[in-house]
């Protein structure tokens, strides 16, 4: 298997800019998790899923970020409009079951600059 | 709300020699713990996984252990190499898809 999946690798914008970001899980995981790193915050969860069900979204800043799952090989998070601050790199990851007893593997991340 | 600490955030070592990295988290009420090493620009790579009901896993030169009821966990790397230099994150597992990550230990190794 290839791993998680991610695109782009990196993303330059501009405040006000909409903004698509791409997953592919791993063949066969039920669950699907996008994070987001900071320097100062460090990894924080934004959403997860479970087939396709998004579970828990607590985690989204603001409604400014959405995150959907069509089908159990892609998600998406989108950030409309992007500002600044939402500058990070965002890693979405996946496992066969729940976080309590499963391990889960992180894609290559995408680096977004919001100018 | 649980914390995850990792002391100390940097360290820098020689070559050969053995060391080890914490991580302490507040809450005890834990399904596992998980380490991950992360490449400057890279995503998270999964080292060891322990069950709330194991007390240690090894791989390779790599031993963590996890004490649930004084909520630590150590990660030993025997012989650091230089190619072992990264940052060192652990994360508690709440169920669910609640893991809460430390801040990491950035590992420098000297040739």
């Known amino acids: 298997d290839a791993g998680v999946i991610q695109s782009p690798r990196h993303e330059v914008t501009e405040m006000g800019q909409e903004v698509t970001l791409r997953c592919k899980p791993i063949?066969?995981?039920?669950?699907l998790f996008w994070y987001r790193q900071t320097m100062m915050r460090g990894l924080e969860l934004l959403i997860y899923?479970?087939?396709?069900?998004?579970?828990?979204d607590s985690g989204m800043p603001e409604d400014r970020f959405s995150a959907k799952m069509p089908n159990a090989s892609f998600s998406t998070l989108k950030i409309q409009p992007s500002e600044p601050r939402d500058s990070a790199v965002y890693f979405c990851?996946?496992?066969?079951?729940?976080?309590?007893?499963?391990?889960?593997?992180f894609g290559p991340g995408t680096r977004l600059t919001v100018l | 709300k649980q914390e995850v600490t990792q002391i100390p955030a940097a360290l820098s070592v020689p070559e050969g020699e053995n060391l080890v990295l914490n991580c302490s988290f507040t809450?005890?009420?834990?399904?596992?713990l998980q380490w991950f090493r992360q490449d400057p620009g890279k995503g998270l790579t999964s080292l060891l996984l322990?069950?709330?009901?194991?007390r240690e896993q090894t791989s390779g030169r790599l031993n963590a252990s996890l004490d649930k009821s004084s909520g630590r966990s150590t990660l030993y790397i025997a012989a650091s190499q230089p190619g072992d230099s990264a940052t060192y994150l652990c994360?508690?597992?709440?169920?669910?898809?609640?893991?809460?990550f430390g801040a990491g230990t950035r590992l420098t190794v000297k040739p």
């Open positions: 990851a996946s496992s066969l079951g729940p976080s309590g007893g499963n391990e889960q593997f």
């Open positions: 063949s066969g995981h039920d669950y």
């Open positions: 899923f479970n087939n396709n069900v998004p579970i828990d």
């Open positions: 809450d005890s009420a834990i399904y596992n």
């Open positions: 322990i069950q709330s009901s194991q």
């Open positions: 994360a508690v597992g709440q169920g669910g898809g609640d893991m809460r």
